[in-house]
Each structure stands twice: as structure tokens, then as C-alpha cells.
């Protein structure tokens, strides 16, 4: 089936540095979605990526889809304490009857004030 | 927000016992799924409903089953709780474009 994998798995920056979570699949993905999990909390969407090669900006968060469509990459600009959090990437699964999301396993992000 | 709401909020249960969790939309979404949260593994899909009368399995169907009373309404069982079902679960509605919708999630303990 359908698997995703996400790197690293864990994260500890001091605030003010920058960060890159990465998303890879051995296929070719259809599109890419990333959510935010706040400690405590429930997975937020963040964005979704269709286009070979497309950048999106949210503020300080770029997110890329590679120009083969089979890695994706969100960076965060000079962390802050508020980007705490596991960023999940999604991807539809292929086609059988119906799509259906897969979540990889995540990358967490701790930033040490 | 409250657009996904998911009942009860933790659970703590004992191994046999047969527990539902609940879930409801003010989306209007048709899609609705239900996900397991375990440390170090992601989301893992148990099962989706894309309308009312369609109810497809997930990657870990085993020992849950889902009824979908009503547009907005999605509830997943666990018939008979065992220890290893002991997990945060999350509702999620999705529209067309498949962008998912979160509960604020279920803490469930069998003990």
C-alpha cells in the first residue's frame, strides 16, 4: 500500500534557528497536504500542494512540492515557541474505489526558548 | 472551533467491554473517517463513510466497527475493548478536495 515517510522524527531547535521537516513516497503523489498538531491538541490543516514544483509562503512556513511529485518539504523561518508541534504530512492514497487520506508519522518540533 | 465534536472526551474502559464513540458535524461534509493517534506512528485510518450509505474500511478495521446514522453523525464501536485499543481517536470530515476536519479527539484507556 500507499506509505509515507517523514524526516526526522524529532526536532529540538533553540528559538530564532530555522527548521525542515521532509516528506518522501517511493510513487507519484497526486497532491500533498501538511497539518499542525499542537501539543494537547487535534491535527489543524495547514496547506495543500497539486503542482510539480509549487512553493507556497504562510508567513514565516514555505512548503514545496518536488518537481517529480514525490517529496514534499515545509520549512519554518526563525522558529518561535508558538511552532511547537507535530507537522504531518498527507497524501490521497491511489485510486480504487475511493481516495482515501494517508498520514505519515510525523515530525515533532520542540524550540527551546 | 466546534464544527467536529467527538463524545465522550476520555474514556477509561475495562478489556470486554463493548464502548462507542461518537461524532457530529455542522460541515455538511459528506466524508467522514475515523483515526487512531498512537506515539511515533501518525494517524492510522480505521474506517471512512463518503455518504450515508457508504462505509469502507481502513487500514486498521479489526475489532472497530462504524455506524453512520445520518449525514452529519459517524459513531465507531469497539464490541469487545482489549488493552491494545488504548489510544487517542480522532473524527474527521473532509470535503471534495479531501481536506480533513478534526475532533478535538477521544483519549481511550482499557484496562
Known amino acids: 500500500g500507499q506509505q509515507v515517510m517523514q524526516i526526522p522524527q524529532y526536532q529540538h531547535v533553540q528559538e530564532g534557528e530555522d527548521f525542515t521537516t521532509y516528506c518522501n513516497s517511493s510513487?507519484?503523489?497526486?497532491?500533498i497536504q501538511w497539518y499542525k498538531q499542537r501539543p494537547g491538541g487535534h491535527p489543524v490543516f495547514l496547506i495543500q500542494?497539486?503542482?510539480?514544483?509549487e512553493v507556497k509562503k504562510q508567513k514565516r512556513l514555505t512548503f514545496q512540492f518536488g518537481e517529480a511529485k514525490k517529496n514534499s518539504s515545509l520549512h519554518i523561518t526563525a522558529t518561535q515557541t508558538t511552532d511547537v508541534g507535530t507537522y504531518f504530512c498527507?497524501?490521497?492514497?491511489?485510486?480504487?474505489?475511493?481516495?482515501?487520506?494517508?498520514f505519515g508519522p510525523g515530525t515533532s518540533l520542540s524550540v527551546i526558548p | 472551533d466546534a464544527d467536529v465534536t467527538q463524545t465522550p472526551r476520555n474514556r477509561i474502559t475495562k478489556t470486554g467491554k463493548r464502548i462507542m464513540l461518537e461524532c457530529s458535524q455542522t460541515?455538511?461534509?459528506?466524508?467522514m473517517y475515523w483515526y487512531r493517534q498512537d506515539p511515533g506512528l501518525g494517524l492510522r485510518l480505521i474506517y471512512y463513510?463518503?455518504?450515508?450509505?457508504?462505509?469502507n474500511k481502513g487500514e486498521i478495521s479489526d475489532g472497530y466497527s462504524v455506524s453512520r446514522q445520518a449525514q452529519a453523525k459517524f459513531s465507531l464501536s469497539l464490541e469487545s475493548a482489549i488493552p491494545n485499543q488504548t489510544a487517542l481517536y480522532f473524527c474527521?470530515?473532509?470535503?471534495?478536495?479531501?481536506?480533513?476536519?478534526f475532533g478535538p479527539g477521544t483519549r481511550l484507556t482499557v484496562t
Open positions: 474527521a470530515t473532509s470535503s471534495a478536495s479531501y481536506e480533513q476536519y
Open positions: 510513487t507519484t503523489l497526486s497532491n
Open positions: 500542494l497539486v503542482k510539480s514544483g
Open positions: 498527507a497524501v490521497l492514497a491511489p485510486k480504487t474505489s475511493y481516495d482515501k487520506v494517508i
Open positions: 460541515k455538511g461534509h459528506d466524508r
Open positions: 463513510s463518503f455518504d450515508v450509505k457508504d462505509i
